[in-house]
């Protein structure tokens, strides 16, 4: 069974900085995709940034870039010149796609503080 | 940018009630999921519904929960005899291909008292 960590529940970054959030999974899937999703208080998840595992180079999304180390089964998130809207739960989340079937799979989350 | 809505977004029931939760997945999706997040916890994947049918559900998902597509736009997620720990965040999800990302609605927060 497929599963994902992301070993931080909180972390602060001052205004303008960077800051990287970790996750990593396990799975026995060779093709599989990964992804990113913000949470803020309004509480509606927001695709942040989609990653495929057959791709080797790392996806960006203006500020938000990704870390995919596919031996380490690692996939950070980057985000560049924080800013106060960036504040949110952030998770991680593994597409499992076994048998024609599709789920995800989410970390237990994040929580971002950018400060002003 | 079209959006997945879900109706209502705060639902209070005594327990024992049956709850219907309601979503309007994006209309040109094919695929559609229910999730559930407990407070404080992750989100957890409930059901995944293609082609007028269930195409997988966690364990979680036991008789107690049934979904319809009852239309050519709502997806209804039904939640019989409720009890406290049903309690959480239910959101809907949907998407035009299984590996395309997934749109999420606001969520419904369900209250069982």
């Known amino acids: 069974a497929q599963t994902v960590t992301q070993s931080q529940p909180e972390m602060s970054v001052q205004e303008a900085e960077t800051v990287t959030l970790s996750c990593t999974y396990d799975?026995?899937?060779?093709?599989?995709?990964l992804f990113w999703y913000k949470q803020p208080p309004s509480r509606q998840m927001i695709l942040v940034i989609r990653q495929e595992a057959y791709k080797q180079q790392n996806a960006t999304e203006n500020r938000f870039s990704v870390n995919f180390q596919k031996a380490a089964k690692s996939f950070s998130l980057k985000i560049s010149d924080s800013q106060l809207g960036d504040t949110a739960m952030y998770f991680c989340?593994?597409?499992?796609?076994?048998?024609?079937?599709?789920?995800?799979?989410f970390g237990t989350g994040t929580r971002l503080k950018v400060l002003a | 940018e079209p959006e997945v809505t879900q109706t209502p977004s705060h639902q209070v029931t005594q327990m024992g009630q049956e709850v219907i939760l309601r979503c309007v997945p994006i209309s040109n999706h094919l695929y559609f999921y229910w999730y559930r997040q407990i407070l404080g916890q992750k989100v957890e994947f409930l059901v995944s519904?293609?082609?007028?049918?269930?195409?997988?559900k966690s364990e979680i998902f036991d008789d107690q929960f049934s979904v319809e597509r009852p239309d050519g736009s709502n997806f209804t997620l039904k939640i019989r005899s409720t009890k406290l720990e049903d309690s959480a965040m239910y959101f809907c999800?949907?998407?035009?291909?299984?590996?395309?990302?997934?749109?999420f609605g606001d969520g419904t927060r369900l209250s069982i008292l």
């Open positions: 519904f293609y082609n007028n049918e269930i195409s997988e």
């Open positions: 999800a949907s998407s035009d291909q299984g590996v395309q990302p997934q749109h």
């Open positions: 799975t026995s899937e060779s093709n599989y995709y």
């Open positions: 989340a593994f597409l499992s796609h076994t048998s024609g079937t599709y789920k995800y799979i």
